[in-house]
């Protein structure tokens, strides 16, 4: 899977909107944008993913540049649960090494009361 | 919602002891997966399974093995636990793999052997 980078760190504050940045440069045109979270001490929890469109769920939207090079995970009203490791990630549409998922380093989001 | 449930959340063992890690999700879901998580190593596969007996390695089989007799329920074991298995254990399940499709977790298991 190709590359992305993100801050290693953020922060907020409650209430408040969050855009998570990420740039994937060397994406390709089957790749899918994912976005996974990680709270302390729990297991990672699916977020978002899209193509090309943006996309919108009950957790987030996910906003994904023209050219594809970039995409931002978008909390409309931070809370305390919000408080995570966040994951951006690509996957091919083939489902090469059969679907595994490799996260990079992350953001750490700080939401303050 | 997706539900992925692991037996335990915390396990102590001893080394040399033979232990099972089960999974089970309810979703239908073709794809099972098992990864380790470590501070600075990340998320690593240990084992995957498309369908019901079926099997792949994953990056790290070494010690493991796995089984899946039904859909639902994947099970991860350790034949002989060692110190270097300390870990937290990670199961989830995706409809299939690839990139349009996303996957869920369990809440892991932190295992410790001493």
């Known amino acids: 899977d190709a590359k992305t980078t993100q801050p290693n760190s953020m922060e907020s504050n409650e209430e408040e909107p969050v855009h998570l940045p990420c740039n994937h440069s060397t994406i390709s045109g089957t790749d899918y944008i994912h976005w996974y979270r990680q709270l302390p001490s729990q297991g990672p929890e699916y977020v978002i993913h899209g193509l090309t469109s943006n996309v919108n769920n009950r957790m987030a939207s996910l906003a994904i540049a023209e050219d594809r090079k970039s995409s931002t995970l978008i909390l409309h009203r931070a809370t305390l649960r919000d408080a995570a490791v966040y994951y951006c990630i690509l996957r091919g549409a083939g489902g090469t090494s059969y679907g595994k998922l490799t996260f990079g380093q992350g953001t750490i989001l700080t939401v303050h009361p | 919602d997706v539900k992925v449930t692991q037996s335990s959340r915390y396990l102590v063992k001893r080394t040399g002891e033979k232990v099972f890690l089960e999974c089970v999700q309810d979703m239908d879901h073709e794809n099972m997966f098992w990864y380790r998580q470590d501070p600075g190593l990340g998320l690593r596969l240990i084992y995957f399974?498309?369908?019901?007996?079926?099997?792949e390695k994953g990056d790290i089989p070494e010690g493991y093995s796995v089984s899946r007799e039904k859909k639902e329920r994947f099970s991860l074991i350790l034949e002989s636990a060692s110190t270097n298995q300390t870990s937290m254990y990670l199961c989830a399940s995706s409809l299939l793999a690839g990139g349009p499709y996303e996957q869920y977790f369990g809440p892991g298991t932190r295992l410790t052997v001493t």
């Open positions: 399974s498309y369908d019901v007996k079926m099997k």
